[in-house]
């Protein structure tokens, strides 16, 4: 069986930058899926002595998808050096390359689909490419970056290590909602059967406070993701990634507790959203397409979801902020949400994701513009 295209080669440059001391760059995704990955992908690195220079997540509602000029400008200071993308990248063109002229080499580590073309980067791991041979699709990013891994680790992993970042990837796993078949199964069980053993205080201390209210371990997981959904950022981090990453027990448990609060209040927000649009929709729409300023730019994906589990239609839920719109979509087995986007491409700034799961970008303007051009497609997919 073949394994994943160029995990190989991606972990012969990464170790050839360790040996090196070379500067490297850690580019992510702000949600549960990117977070993890990242972590991964650093405590992988420093662990084998390699030099982190700096952790980025990028700001969906404010930077744009993935790797952006904003992004760029300030991570050009840690250039020359190794950049990795995780969980992002397969749409970002133009930006991969000018970080190569900035002086980075770049890695993408990402599991989207692949929008056509493959961006000119050093090297591109992403199953989703016509190129890779390996069986299974549907790992999330987080499981690429536990496979590379392993691929670094080699013959120096030890249990602990392992068994820690195990746990990342099945969280990660769980909360992009990918499929929990083959490899992905393996990874969540292997991951959650260790969960109540836990090293990481990030996680110890959710398990503390659950554990108390009588909870079982998986609706902690499912507890642990809601929470850590949160992707409020500051510093081009998040509050998820400082949780998990922290080793001081005292200051954990105020992150945590603030974090649940957080998340509570979150969820009261998305209730309200809901119920909005649910007002606003007639039960024979073919799809739903609503948005405004009010909905909050962080929340769209979950609003979406909501939608789609109670309604099993097309869901269209967007942003409007600064004359842009800035959405998400969720779609039925039935329909490849990427191609709808792909169709209407014209009217977009940018799009990408999964047939189930996508986002998009686009001037406001051209708001009614898509609204027409989404209609059409769902009318063509009809007649044939
Ligand atoms: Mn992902």
């Keep these: 069986m073949s394994g994943i295209k160029n995990l190989k080669k991606a972990s012969e440059r990464i170790k050839k930058a360790i040996n090196n001391k070379e500067s490297i760059v850690l580019f992510s995704d702000a949600d549960l899926d990117g977070v993890t990955s990242l972590i991964i992908l650093e405590e992988t690195i420093k662990n084998l002595g390699g030099k982190i220079s700096f952790c980025y997540f990028f700001n969906r509602g404010k930077e744009g998808n993935g790797l952006t000029e904003i992004a760029l400008d300030f991570l050009k200071k840690y250039s020359p050096g190794l950049l990795i993308l995780s969980d ?50 549907f790992l999330a990013a987080c499981g690429v970056c536990f496979k590379l891994s392993q691929e670094l680790l080699k013959n120096k992993k030890s249990f602990a290590l392992e068994q820690s970042l195990l746990e990342l990837a099945a969280i990660g796993t769980i909360s992009d909602k990918m499929p929990l078949e083959e490899d992905n199964k393996v990874l969540v069980e292997q991951g959650l059967a260790h ?43 998040t509050e998820s990634y400082k949780l998990l990453t922290c080793a001081k027990d005292k200051k954990i448990e105020k992150i945590a507790k603030k974090l649940i609060e957080k998340s509570l209040n979150r969820l009261d927000i998305i209730k309200q959203c809901v119920q909005k649009i649910e007002q606003k929709i007639s039960f024979d729409d073919v799809f739903v397409f609503e948005g405004g300023e009010d909905v909050p730019v962080d929340y769209t994906g979950s609003i979406a979801s909501r939608l789609f589990a109670k309604l099993q239609k097309p869901i269209f839920i967007f942003s409007v902020k600064n004359n842009r719109a800035r959405g998400s979509v969720r779609a039925p087995k039935t329909i490849n949400s990427v191609d709808a986007l792909n169709h209407c491409s014209f009217c977009l700034e940018d799009f990408g994701g999964h047939a189930p799961a996508s986002g998009f970008c686009l001037k406001k303007e051209f708001l009614e513009k898509f609204k027409t051009c989404i209609e059409e497609y769902f009318l063509n997919l009809d007649k044939d």
């Design 88 to 137: 992002c990248g397969v749409g970002n063109f133009k930006e991969v390359e000018m970080a190569q002229k900035l002086g980075f080499e770049v890695i993408i580590v990402d599991h989207h689909l692949i929008l056509g073309k493959i961006p000119k980067a050093e090297i591109v791991i992403d199953s989703k490419q016509k190129t890779d041979k390996y069986a299974f699709k």
């Design 195 to 237: 969960l109540p053993f836990t090293l990481r205080p990030g996680l110890k201390v959710f398990l503390k406070i659950f554990e108390q209210e009588k909870y079982s371990l998986n609706e902690i997981v499912q507890k642990i993701i809601s929470i850590s959904q949160i992707t409020e950022m500051k510093n081009h981090s």
